[in-house]
């Protein structure tokens, strides 16, 4: 890859979202989907015009200039047209900008993407590619969805934006509080993904993991945030110190049980730690559950002086307060290393009558454990059954691994 490629994919990553804001913001007649075409169209003029020019001093002041002047071009006979950039000067022909005031948008942009009259699905979608800033494969593979699914996902996205109008006004005060528990979900959703996606060395997609944090982070920093937005920082950075030590240098899964202990960030522990501390409020959520837990784990001197017995009793707190199978899972594998083996095994067995049936994660976690319990032949039949429901590599060899022993 050449330096103007590595340039490119450089800003891309850093300001196509911030890029698409600019033009949205630039005048009322350009919509999501324009805007997107303007940044593209730079980006393409940016790599043909940098291999014969070279590298500006100012990548991006450049990019944006090039947006303001094709968004010109395209709408200068509209009336309503008026030009946010008329009293800026210049004496090099590069735009210079204040990046405060593009992060500003950028979490404007996180509660627009956030939109209740989004789905879901659309709103984690939006954030991976716009503030996130990945391009559509990149999406596909950390969702696990074809980019097919994602551009269709896109597309619905951008004609509910384009005719409710909806994108980027400007919240209330109100609006804030009320779209606060969907940013934290998408927060969440992201890091998830994030730490879950991809295979082989690939598997944990850190900047994923990044991006959330940087997300929560701003939120905390411009006080728009509550108890839950601390205690979602917390569990954070809890998981994120033990990132590092999730996948051997061979890129092979590594399991609580059997991850180095030593690669866990301390640094990361304590912060995490003072940020729990600060989201002590007596209205308790599913994020201060999950952060105690994964204090225990991370405060833990082995995996056999862990605290199983607080933790199991969290994990049912947890499940009153956030009925689902996942955290139902997490609940029976804590009862059984509380010796609560019998309970651990029956919550298993109900969860086969959900959709976890059908995922690898259920029959992974009944081979494991009918293994350590010596019943290999249960053990086989869920192992091989959990092999057909991955496609992730690094889960294959994992399983495999857990096949050998048995």
């Known amino acids: 890859m050449d330096k103007e490629q590595k340039a490119a994919?450089?800003?891309?990553?850093?300001?196509?979202?911030?890029?698409?804001?600019?033009?949205l913001q630039f005048s009322s007649d350009i919509d999501l989907e324009m805007a997107e075409d303007l940044v593209q169209d730079a980006f393409y003029a940016a790599l043909a015009t940098w291999k014969d020019k070279g590298i500006p001093q100012n990548p991006a002041g450049w990019m944006y200039t090039v947006c303001r002047n094709n968004a010109i071009n395209v709408i200068k006979k509209n009336k309503s047209f008026k030009n946010p950039f008329e009293e800026e000067h210049t004496t090099n022909g590069e735009a210079e900008h204040d990046e405060n005031i593009f992060e500003d948008r950028k979490l404007q942009l996180l509660f627009a993407c956030s939109h209740p009259r989004l789905s879901a699905k659309m709103q984690v979608v939006i954030t991976l590619k716009y503030l996130a800033n990945l391009k559509t494969e990149s999406i596909a593979k950390a969702l696990g969805i074809t980019i097919d699914g994602i551009d269709k996902i896109l597309a619905r996205a951008k004609q509910r934006i384009r005719m409710e109008n909806i994108f980027l006004k400007e919240p209330t005060p109100q609006q804030l509080i009320t779209r606060l528990p969907i940013v934290h979900k998408i927060i969440y959703l992201i890091f998830n993904e994030g730490y879950r996606a991809g295979s082989g060395k690939d598997f944990i997609r850190q900047e994923l993991c990044e991006e959330s944090l940087i997300m929560t982070k701003s939120l905390l920093d411009n006080n728009i945030c509550n108890t839950d937005t601390a205690a979602l920082y917390a569990l954070q950075l809890f998981n994120a110190s033990r990132l590092s030590a999730r996948v051997t240098p061979a890129g092979e899964l590594s399991d609580l049980e059997e991850q180095d202990r030593t690669l866990w960030n301390g640094d990361l522990i304590v912060l995490g730690s003072y940020y729990l501390n600060k989201s002590r409020s007596e209205n308790i959520s599913s994020y201060h559950y999950e952060a105690a837990i994964a204090y225990l784990h991370c405060?833990?001197?082995?995996?056999?002086?862990?605290d199983w017995a607080t933790i199991s009793k969290l994990y049912g707190q947890l499940l009153q307060n956030n009925p689902n199978p996942f955290v139902k899972l997490n609940y029976a594998i804590a009862l059984y290393y509380d010796f609560?083996?019998?309970?651990?095994?029956?919550t298993l067995r109900d969860l086969r009558h959900t959709f976890l049936e059908q995922s690898y994660l259920l029959h992974a976690t009944l081979g494991k454990l009918y293994l350590l319990e010596g019943e290999t032949y249960?053990?086989?039949?869920?192992?091989?059954?959990?092999?057909?429901l991955t496609d992730f590599q690094v889960e294959i060899d994992f399983i495999k691994k857990m096949l050998v022993k048995s």
């Open 9 to 23: 994919d450089k800003l891309y990553k850093t300001h196509f979202g911030k890029m698409v804001t600019a033009m």
């Open 299 to 306: 405060h833990a001197k082995s995996f056999a002086d862990t």
């Open 340 to 346: 609560q083996k019998q309970k651990a095994f029956d």
């Open 378 to 388: 249960k053990s086989d039949l869920h192992l091989t059954k959990a092999l057909r």
